[in-house]
C-alpha cells in the first residue's frame, strides 16, 4: 500500500473524529488492510467490525491486536460463516 493517509492512520497513537471517518471513507483494499495491519486499539477496530465487506470483517478478525470482546462478537452473532470460524481461530491462538 502507499498510500500515505493509510501509513499515517496505521501510526496514530490516537484517533480523532475526523480520521475514523477518513478510514471508512478509504477503499475497500485499504480497509482490508489496516483492519489486518492496525496495532492500537481504538473505536477504529469496531467500526471495521461492521464493516459491509466481509472481506474487511474477515481481516479484523484475523488480526490479533482486535480485542477479545470484538472476536467474540463476531465469532458468534456475524452473519458470515467464514468470519465466525476466522474469529474462532483467532480466539484459539490467543488461548481465549
Known amino acids: 500500500m502507499e498510500n ?5 492512520l496505521l501510526d496514530l497513537e490516537e484517533w ?4 475514523e471517518k477518513i478510514a471508512l ?5 485499504e480497509r482490508i488492510y489496516l483492519a489486518k495491519h492496525i496495532k492500537k486499539y481504538d473505536g477504529i477496530i469496531i467500526d471495521l467490525s461492521y464493516d459491509r465487506s ?4 474477515e ?3 484475523s488480526n490479533i491486536n482486535t480485542p ?8 458468534t452473532s456475524d452473519k458470515c460463516k467464514t468470519v465466525k470460524d476466522i474469529s474462532n481461530s483467532t480466539l484459539k491462538e490467543l488461548g481465549k
Open 68 to 75: 477479545i470482546n470484538i472476536l467474540r462478537r463476531l465469532s
Open 54 to 57: 466481509t472481506t474487511v470483517r
Open 25 to 29: 471513507n478509504l477503499k475497500e483494499e
Open 4 to 8: 500515505r493517509e493509510l501509513a499515517r
Open 59 to 61: 481481516a479484523v478478525a
Open 16 to 19: 480523532s473524529p475526523n480520521d
